[in-house]
């Protein structure tokens, strides 16, 4: 069952329904910590376009993690791959 969740994203209150409130706030500490890390490097800009950007860097690091999964499970697939082949190979060979 989804609950209402309190929240403060950007200095700015907002009520969020979920299922896992732990998850939510994780999620909204990662946010608040990229419009912080932002604010100190770009103070000249509004409260929405650091939303924005902050939305831009975590987008990224979602993909570079999908991209870094991708290549893992391809390198796991091989190295099974390998395992199997080699397993076959000793299975086909006579018992001394």
Known sequence: MSKAIRVT????????????EEKIKKSVREVNLQIQSLQQSLREHSTPTLS?????????????AEEQNARDVAYIADELDKMTQYLE???????P
């Open 9 to 20: 994203i950007g200095g700015k209150d907002l009520t969020l329904r979920g299922e896992n």
């Open 52 to 64: 924005l950007l902050a939305a831009l860097n975590i987008a990224e690091r979602y993909h570079d």
């Open 89 to 95: 190979r000793a299975a086909r060979q006579p018992l």
